[in-house]
């Protein structure tokens, strides 16, 4: 049996990206960002540099394109202010509130623009997200935690994220009006299911970006687009003998 007594690796070069996609602006109360925090502080703790965005404060436009100036929008945040730190990172978690048993707005505007940038490519000329690694997160008080982050995990890892086992954490109260995570007797912050999944979570994503990054991510063969393009089929035949 493993030494559960410590960490199996140190995790203080890497870098992580929190994005809380509530509908409240700053500094109203996210219950969201309560449930986030804990995996933030365990991330920390480790020495790992993380920073925490508040989508809605910033002027994102919506859209599917890298840059919306370019697409009719006076303003949009995303090039300058939110890509940058998103392609400069190992981890991305995505959290969110539940809205009619499924993800905020706010979420699927974050995934669309994540879609955006899928078309680039990194410097072994993989698409632009292999080697990262991502997560989610889900608040709310009525069903749908499960249902929101399949959603979340399934846009990631078809973009070229890494999702680890268990990547995926979420807290409702009891299904109807009710308190929320952060509200007094919730029950949220002491939940000891929300929290092994949080902790759980927050381990398996430092594990797999360590992996990653080790490894200098995922290897560069029968993954090239311009390779392809350029008519290399990594072994695959179209026209196999036994059709």
Same mark, same amino acid.
Request: aromatic share 10%; net charge negative.
């Given at each position: 049996?493993?030494?559960?007594?410590?960490?199996?690796?140190?995790?203080?070069?890497?870098?992580?990206?929190?994005?809380?996609?509530?509908?409240?602006?700053?500094?109203? +109360?996210?219950?969201?960002?309560?449930?986030?925090?804990?995996?933030?502080? /365990?991330?920390?703790?480790?020495?790992?540099?993380?920073?925490? @965005?508040? /989508?809605?404060?910033?002027?994102?436009?919506?859209?599917?394109?890298?840059?919306?100036?370019?697409?009719?929008?006076?303003?949009?945040?995303?090039?300058?202010?939110?890509?940058?730190? $998103?392609?400069?990172?190992?981890? +991305?978690?995505?959290?969110?509130?539940?809205?009619? !048993?499924?993800?905020?707005? $706010?979420?699927?505007?974050?995934?669309?623009?994540? #879609?955006?940038?899928?078309? /680039?490519?990194?410097?072994?000329?993989? #698409?632009?997200?292999?080697?990262?690694?991502?997560?989610?997160?889900?608040?709310?008080?009525?069903?749908?935690?499960?249902?929101?982050?399949?959603? @979340?995990?399934?846009?990631?890892?078809? @973009?070229?994220?890494?999702?680890?086992?268990?990547?995926?954490? !979420?807290?409702?109260?009891?299904?109807?009006?009710?308190?929320?995570? +952060?509200?007094?007797?919730? !029950? !949220?912050?002491?939940?000891?299911?929300?929290?092994?999944?949080?902790?759980?979570?927050?381990?398996?994503? /430092?594990?797999?970006?360590?992996? +990653?990054?080790?490894?200098?991510? @995922?290897?560069?063969?029968?993954?090239?687009?311009?390779?392809?393009?350029?008519?290399?089929?990594?072994?695959?035949?179209?026209?196999?003998?036994?059709?």
């Amino acid at each position: 049996m493993s030494d559960v007594r410590q960490p199996p690796a140190k995790y203080d070069d890497l870098h992580a990206v929190f994005i809380n996609c509530t509908l409240k602006r700053s500094p109203d +109360l996210s219950h969201t960002q309560g449930l986030m925090d804990r995996s933030i502080a /365990l991330m920390r703790a480790q020495g790992v540099v993380v920073e925490n @965005i508040r /989508l809605i404060d910033h002027d994102v436009a919506t859209g599917v394109y890298p840059d919306m100036r370019e697409h009719g929008w006076a303003r949009d945040a995303w090039p300058e202010e939110i890509w940058p730190k $998103i392609d400069a990172s190992d981890i +991305l978690v995505i959290g969110g509130p539940l809205w009619l !048993g499924d993800n905020a707005s $706010i979420t699927r505007r974050l995934i669309e623009r994540l #879609y955006a940038m899928s078309g /680039l490519f990194n410097d072994k000329g993989q #698409y632009v997200y292999y080697g990262k690694t991502g997560g989610a997160i889900i608040t709310g008080n009525e069903d749908g935690v499960k249902h929101a982050a399949m959603s @979340i995990l399934y846009s990631l890892q078809h @973009i070229g994220f890494t999702i680890p086992p268990a990547a995926d954490a !979420g807290w409702i109260g009891e299904v109807g009006p009710g308190p929320s995570y +952060l509200d007094p007797g919730s !029950g !949220g912050p002491e939940n000891d299911f929300t929290n092994r999944n949080t902790t759980f979570m927050t381990w398996n994503l /430092l594990h797999m970006a360590r992996m +990653l990054k080790d490894a200098g991510g @995922i290897p560069a063969y029968g993954n090239l687009r311009e390779a392809w393009n350029d008519g290399e089929r990594f072994g695959f035949d179209a026209n196999p003998e036994y059709r």
